[in-house]
Each structure stands twice: as structure tokens, then as C-alpha cells.
Nanobody
């Protein structure tokens, strides 16, 4: 069974940085395109970033473009989301997701497996 476990969230001041990790077990992540989504209280889940199976393609939401970098380390079976210049509006639960496809995906329904999420809180 495929399991995804996020870590790296926490409380950070506006303007700060965080690196989120998503460790995958049950299958090697080279089988998956990967993505990050977030959900703030009272809001719908929002796409953040995705990376293709090869790692050669990435895609970002406009809200984080230039401030976020998604990467993958297949040897560690882990995907990362580096975020900088954090804003209070980045506060949310961040979840990673895995898709059996090859390319980057932006829609939640396209993903097959999900983690439980890690809380990111940005104080002003």
C-alpha cells in the first residue's frame, strides 16, 4: 500500500522560509508524478505545485510562482516543497499527492494517493 507522510511544517514569520518533505513508502516514487496542495480553513483545496515523474517538468500556481520550488529525490523516495518569502495567506495544511501518470497534474482528482498533511502557519 502506498503511503505518503508530510513533514516540515510549523510556525514561521512572514518573509521566512520552510522546506516541506513528503516521504513515500510502498512504491518507489519514480512511478509517480507528484504534487502539493494546500487547504486553508474555510477554503477549498488549492493546487500549489507539481513535478513530473522524471523531474524534468514542474508547474506552479500563480500564487506561489517565484516563491516555491518543488523537487524530488528518487533515491530517498521523497519529494520536497521549498517555500520562501512566506505570507500570512500561505497559512494552510499542505498535502502531497502521488499520481501514476507521467506529467505534471494540477487537479486534485487526477491524483491517486494522498498524505494527511502538515500545518504551515505564517504570522504577520
Amino acid at each position: 500500500q502506498v503511503q505518503l507522510v508530510e513533514s516540515g511544517g510549523g510556525l514561521v514569520q512572514a518573509g521566512g522560509s520552510l522546506r516541506l518533505s513528503c516521504a513515500v513508502s510502498g512504491r518507489t516514487i519514480s512511478n509517480f508524478a507528484m504534487g502539493w496542495f494546500r487547504q486553508a480553513p474555510g477554503k477549498e483545496r488549492e493546487f500549489v505545485a507539481s513535478i513530473s515523474r522524471s523531474g524534468g517538468s514542474t508547474y506552479y500556481a500563480d500564487s506561489v510562482k517565484g516563491r516555491a520550488t518543488i523537487s524530488r529525490d528518487n533515491a530517498k523516495n521523497t519529494v520536497y516543497l521549498q517555500m520562501s518569502s512566506l505570507k500570512p495567506e500561505d497559512t494552510a495544511v499542505y498535502c502531497c499527492a502521488a499520481d501514476w501518470g507521467l506529467t505534471t497534474r494540477q487537479r486534485a482528482y487526477e491524483y491517486d494517493y494522498w498524505g494527511q498533511g502538515t500545518q504551515v502557519t505564517v504570522s504577520s
